[in-house]
């Protein structure tokens, strides 16, 4: 069956980076879109970035446009998130899905905070 | 950016009841719209997409319609497990952007 496993996640001062990672299995990989959508505490959900079935593609929220990076390695079935000079307002739970959201990944809370 | 405006926020109803949610999108979206379940601590579950298809396993009280601007996802009979937090979803265009969620609790 699908299984999305995201991974990454922590605590990280005002202006730092991580790196978060999505591994997936039970599905041809190459064949679909990916996203990342997050979740700040007790708020609603908000979409952030979609990385095309390639590669080729990306997309992203305005309000991490220039500070993220997604990408992919289809050879792996893994999705990455490079997070770089990080908000306060960052602070969430980060998933991954599959083409619209069929499938989300468990989630991973990155901590933005001095 | 279009925008997703759900309606109700919150509702509190009874087991067995039949329960309707609304999503109206700031211009029409096809039927690029996707319906998701939240409970407390979880990741979001799709239950339907292309406004109106079930994904697989999903329980066949859940159901949605619509086209363009207005979406509706319907429980048929509302189950104890069905008490969550309910979410739309447009695909249409980028930004793909949510509805602010429908808070289901038990009357």
């Known amino acids: 069956q699908v299984q999305l496993v995201d991974s990454g996640g922590g605590l990280v001062e005002p202006g730092g980076s991580l790196r978060l990672s999505c591994a997936a299995s039970?599905?041809?990989?190459?064949?679909?879109?990916m996203s990342w959508i997050r979740q700040a505490p007790g708020k609603g959900l908000e979409w952030i970035s979609l990385?095309?079935?390639?590669?080729?593609?990306?997309y992203y929220a305005d309000s991490v446009k220039g500070r993220f990076t997604i990408s992919r390695d289809n050879a792996k079935g893994s999705l990455s998130l490079r997070m770089n000079n990080l908000r306060v307002e960052d602070t969430a739970v980060y998933y991954c899905?599959?083409?619209?959201?069929?499938?989300w990944g468990q989630g991973t809370l990155v901590t933005v905070s001095s | 950016d279009i925008q997703m405006t759900q309606s109700p926020s919150s509702l509190s109803a009874s087991v067995g009841d039949r329960v309707t949610i609304t999503c109206r999108a700031s211009?029409?979206?096809?039927?690029?719209l996707g319906w998701y379940q939240q409970k407390p601590g979880k990741a979001p579950k799709c239950l339907i997409y292309?406004?109106?298809s079930l994904q697989s396993g999903v329980p066949s009280r859940f159901s949605g319609s619509g086209s363009g601007t207005e979406f509706t996802l319907t429980i048929s009979s509302l189950q104890p497990e069905d008490f969550a937090t309910y979410y739309c979803?447009?695909?249409?265009?980028?930004?793909?952007?949510f509805g602010h969620g429908t808070k289901v609790e038990i009357k």
């Open positions: 899905a599959r083409g619209w959201a069929a499938n």
């Open positions: 039970g599905f041809t990989f190459s064949d679909h879109s």
């Open positions: 990385i095309s079935s390639s590669g080729s593609h990306t």
């Open positions: 211009q029409g979206i096809r039927n690029d």
């Open positions: 292309a406004a109106s």
């Open positions: 979803l447009q695909f249409n265009s980028y930004p793909w952007t």
